[in-house]
C-alpha cells in the first residue's frame, strides 16, 4: 500500500493549494473534536445534574416531612397546654366561685342574724313604749294629787305666816332680811377661821418642804472644801539653792517679783522658799516658774524671764481645760468658749477663803437638785447657778459690781434671759423673774454660809491689797504694780519713754498722798516707784 505524504501534494501540484487544503481539513477536525468532547461534556452533566437533583429533592422531601412532624409536635404540645391551661382557669374560676358563694352565705348568715336582733330590739322597745306610757299616765294622776296638796298646803302656809306676823309683829320681808343677815355673818366668821387654818397649815407645810428639799439637795452636794490661804511653799533641794534664788546684789528674786507680781520669803526655815501674793493667779505663775528654775537648773534673769512667759502660755491653757472640766462636772454644754475661759480664771479666785470655782459648781448642784425636786428647769437652774459668779473672772480690770460685770458678760455671749436675770438677782439687787433665779439664790446662800466655807479676815486683807493696785495703776505712765509685803509695800513699775527718772520721784509722792486720802491701814505703806530702761541690739 502506497503511503500518503501531504508534503507530496505541494511537489505534485507545484503551488501553494495543497497546503492550503490541508489546512482547512487540519481546521474541520480539529472543530469535529471539539464538538465530540462538548457533546460527551454535556452529557456528563446533564447525568450529574440529574443526579443532583435527584438528592436535593430526597433532601427537601425529607424536611419537609420532619417539619410536618416537629409542627405536630408542636401543635399537639400547644392543645395540650391550652387544655391544661383551660383546666386551671376553671379549677380557679369554680374555687373563686366557692369562695364568693361561702362570703355571700357567711354575709346573709349576718343579715338574718341582724334582722332577728332588731325584731326583738322592736319587740323590746313596744314593750317598753307600753311601760312607758303607762308609767307617764300614773305619773300625771299623781302629779294632780300633788298639785292638789300643794294648794292645801300653800294656804295653810300664808296663814301660818299671818299668824306669825300677829304674833312676832315683824313683817314678812323683815323676818327674811335679819335671816340672812345672821346666816351671812355665821359664814363670814366660819370662813375667816377656815382660811386661817388653811394658811397656818400651807405655811408649815411649805416650811416642811423646803426644809425638806434644802436637805436633800445639801445631802447630794456634800462637797469638800478648803479654805484658800495666800501662800505656797516651794520645796528646795538644799538650802545651797536659796542663794542661787537671791543671785549677785539680789538680781534674780528682783526680777522673779517684778515678773511674777509676788513677794519671795527666803529666811531661816530650811530647805523652803513661801512665795507670798493675794493674787492666785500671779502666786501660781511664781510657783510654777521657781519650780522650773530649780529643776532646770539655769537661775539668771534672762531664764527668769523667759520661764515665767512660757509658764504664763501654760497657765493659760490650765484655765481652759479647768472650765471645761467644771462645765463637764455640771452636765453643761453649749457655752461660749470665753465664758469657759472666765469659768478657768475662778479656779484662782477666792471669796472670802471660798475659791470660787468650787463654789459655783456647788451652786450648780445645789440649784439643781432643788429644781428637780420642785419639778422645775433643771438645767437652766444648773446653769445659772454655774454662772452666777462669772463677773468675778474680771471685776478687778472692770468697774461695777460682779452681779452687773456677770450679767453683762452673759449678755455679750448671747446666754438666755433666765439665766442673765438669775445672775443680776442672785445678791437681791434685781427682782428674780424665774423660780430658777430664787433657787440660785438659795443655792449661793447655803454654799456660802456652810461653816467653815468662807473667812472674813481673808478676803478684807486681799480687797485691801486689790485696792493698793487699783490706786497705782490710776496714773498715767504705770506699766504695771503689786502689792506686796502683806501690803506695807506696794511695787510700781513705769514705761520708761513715759516717765523720766526725775518724775518717779513725783509720781511716788503722789501715789502716797491717793493712798492715803483714800485708804485705812495700820502703821505705813512704802510706795517704791521702778523705772527700768533696757537697750537691746543683735550682733550679726
Not at 46 to 74: F, P, W
Not at 159 to 171: D, L, N
Not at 248 to 272: K, S, Y
Not at 466 to 478: A, N
Request: glycine content about 6%; some cysteine.
Amino acid at each position: 500500500m502506497q503511503n500518503f505524504n501531504y508534503g507530496s501534494l505541494f511537489l505534485a501540484d507545484g503551488s501553494g493549494i495543497g497546503y492550503i487544503i490541508a489546512i482547512a481539513i487540519l481546521v474541520i477536525l480539529a472543530i469535529v473534536g471539539c464538538l465530540l468532547c462538548w457533546r460527551m461534556s454535556a452529557k456528563s452533566l446533564t447525568a450529574k445534574y440529574e443526579k443532583d437533583r435527584g438528592s436535593i429533592d430526597e433532601q427537601r422531601n425529607r424536611m419537609l416531612d420532619d417539619v410536618r412532624e416537629e409542627s405536630k409536635a408542636i401543635k399537639k404540645e400547644a392543645i395540650l397546654e391550652a387544655k391544661e391551661q383551660e383546666i386551671k382557669l376553671r379549677n380557679d374560676f369554680e374555687r373563686e366561685t366557692k369562695e364568693k358563694r361561702a362570703e355571700l352565705q357567711k354575709l346573709e348568715n349576718r343579715l338574718n342574724q341582724k334582722e332577728e336582733t332588731l325584731e326583738k330590739k322592736e319587740e323590746n322597745l313596744a314593750k317598753r313604749n307600753d311601760e312607758t306610757t303607762r308609767q307617764q299616765n300614773a305619773l300625771k294622776q299623781k302629779e294632780i294629787e300633788l298639785d292638789k296638796k300643794l294648794d292645801d298646803i300653800a294656804v295653810q302656809h300664808d296663814k301660818m305666816i299671818q299668824e306669825f306676823e300677829k304674833i312676832s309683829q315683824m313683817s314678812r320681808e323683815e323676818a327674811k332680811n335679819q335671816l340672812i343677815l345672821s346666816i351671812t355673818d355665821e359664814a363670814k366668821r366660819d370662813a375667816a377661821g377656815m382660811v386661817k387654818n388653811i394658811e397656818a397649815e400651807a405655811k408649815e407645810m411649805g416650811e416642811r418642804k423646803a426644809k425638806e428639799i434644802v436637805s436633800l439637795a445639801i445631802q447630794k452636794c456634800s462637797t469638800e472644801q478648803a479654805t484658800e490661804i495666800t501662800v505656797s511653799v516651794v520645796p528646795l533641794p538644799s538650802d545651797d539653792m536659796k542663794a542661787r534664788i537671791i543671785g549677785r546684789e539680789g538680781r534674780n528674786i528682783r526680777t522673779l517679783e517684778n515678773a511674777t507680781g509676788i513677794e519671795l520669803i527666803i529666811d531661816d526655815t530650811p530647805e523652803v522658799v513661801i512665795v507670798s501674793g493675794f493674787d492666785p493667779v500671779r502666786r501660781e505663775v511664781a510657783r510654777i516658774a521657781l519650780e522650773k528654775l530649780i529643776q532646770d537648773g539655769r537661775i539668771h534673769p534672762a531664764r527668769i524671764e523667759e520661764t515665767v512667759e512660757k509658764v504664763k502660755k501654760e497657765l493659760d491653757q490650765q484655765i481652759k481645760e479647768a472650765g471645761e472640766a467644771a462645765m463637764f462636772e455640771c452636765k453643761i454644754f453649749g457655752l461660749h468658749p470665753e465664758i469657759v475661759k472666765l469659768l478657768g480664771r475662778l479656779k484662782f479666785r477666792t471669796s472670802y477663803g471660798q475659791n470660787v470655782l468650787k463654789h459655783s459648781i456647788e451652786v450648780s448642784h445645789l440649784a439643781g437638785v432643788m429644781a428637780a425636786e420642785l419639778g422645775v428647769d433643771e438645767a437652766l437652774a444648773k446653769r445659772a447657778g454655774l454662772l452666777h459668779d462669772l463677773g468675778k473672772a474680771v471685776d478687778f480690770e472692770i468697774d461695777g459690781t460682779h452681779m452687773q460685770i456677770g450679767g453683762d458678760l452673759a449678755k455679750k455671749y448671747r446666754e438666755n434671759n433666765n439665766v442673765i436675770n438669775a445672775i443680776l438677782a442672785h445678791h437681791g439687787d434685781v427682782e428674780p423673774k424665774t423660780i430658777e433665779a430664787v433657787l440660785v439664790q438659795a443655792a449661793d446662800a447655803i454654799s456660802g454660809a456652810r461653816p467653815g466655807a468662807r473667812r472674813e479676815t481673808t478676803t478684807n486683807y486681799i480687797k485691801r491689797l486689790q485696792k493698793l493696785e487699783e490706786i497705782s495703776s490710776g496714773f498715767k505712765g504705770v506699766e504695771k504694780c503689786y502689792a506686796i509685803q502683806a501690803g506695807r509695800e506696794v511695787r510700781v513699775m513705769v514705761k520708761p519713754e513715759q516717765v523720766n527718772d526725775a518724775q518717779t520721784l513725783f509720781l511716788a509722792k503722789e501715789i502716797a498722798k491717793k493712798i492715803e486720802q483714800e485708804m485705812e491701814y495700820p502703821g505705813q505703806i512704802k510706795v517704791n516707784v521702778i523705772r527700768e530702761w533696757r537697750a537691746t541690739e543683735f550682733a550679726k
